[in-house]
């Protein structure tokens, strides 16, 4: 491990408090452990959007049941589980289902049919006010980084912590810290527009894990890379999924997968068609 490796990896332990036991993170195991249940279980799900709503970004709520209303199926039959700590790599042609997939474990949509446990709560029962606590707990990345244009990268990162009232004096260490996890550390007065691609997504990442997420996913997140920046990204994510985070990676980047073997998830016309 180079010298670099050693000190973004120290910053990474210092934001979740547990530098003293960062080789092998044990405590970050410990801490990210639900009574030794899996992460996400998914069995029999099936998601449908409303017809003409677009998918996936248009439509927040599923609907199947209205007699007379056609309906898009976009998930069908999917059943699968990832453990704790587990890396999946998320494939398939566009359209397969994969954003939708995402959705549904990020907790933005619910199954039609079907049942789904993220982080040891089954969603399908879930009562409406459970799920921002455990939305905290999940980190998304997306392939257009969905920056703040009129906010600093600084502010960008501290942002989900200042809306959970975070006090500002215990906020700057720990934003300072993940700034220089990603590389980023000279920059954070800057705008995203001053950033380049890789820049942006680097600072969506820190963004993504300032809540210390259990489960952190990312969609596409080198579609608009060049390879050295998608290499760097997924360093990043890699160094995550050491220390215990359960990541799910979808990707159209073949060359990736082959780099970075895993298991992988394949869909195509919204049916799992692949786990192992």
Excluded at 52 to 59: K, S
Excluded at 106 to 132: K, M, N, Y
Excluded at 193 to 214: K, Y
Aim: proline letters at 5%; one cysteine or more; charged letters at 25%.
């Amino acid at each position: 491990m180079q010298i670099d490796d050693i000190n973004t990896r120290t910053s990474l332990c210092k934001h979740y408090n547990m530098k003293q036991v960062c080789v092998g993170g044990q405590s970050w195991h410990t801490r990210v452990q639900i009574d030794g249940r899996c992460m996400i279980r998914l069995t029999d799900i099936i998601l449908r959007y409303e017809a003409g709503a677009g998918r996936p970004g248009g439509v927040t709520v599923p609907r199947d049941r209205r007699a007379g209303q056609e309906a898009v199926t976009v998930l069908n039959g999917i059943s699968l589980e990832v453990p704790q700590g587990g890396f999946r790599w998320l494939l398939g042609p566009s359209g397969a289902g994969k954003s939708s997939l995402l959705r549904l474990l990020h907790l933005a949509v619910r199954p039609s049919a079907g049942s789904l446990e993220v982080l040891g709560l089954d969603i399908t029962r879930a009562r409406r006010e459970q799920l921002p606590r455990l939305r905290q707990r999940i980190g998304m990345v997306f392939q257009d980084f969905r920056l703040l244009p009129h906010l600093s990268a600084y502010d960008n990162v501290a942002l989900p912590q200042r809306l959970a009232g975070r006090p500002e004096a215990e906020l700057r260490a720990e934003v300072t810290e993940l700034l220089r996890w990603v590389g980023l550390s000279g920059k954070g007065d800057v705008s995203p527009a001053a950033l380049s691609g890789g820049e942006q997504q680097r600072i969506a990442i820190a963004r993504a894990v300032i809540n210390r997420p259990d489960l952190l996913l990312a969609d596409e997140p080198t579609g608009n890379l060049d390879d050295a920046q998608a290499q760097k990204l997924m360093r990043l994510l890699t160094e995550l999924n050491e220390m215990g985070t359960t990541v799910i990676v979808a990707t159209h980047n073949e060359h990736l997968v082959a780099e970075r073997p895993a298991h992988v998830l394949r869909l195509e016309e919204g049916r799992k068609v692949a786990d192992g």
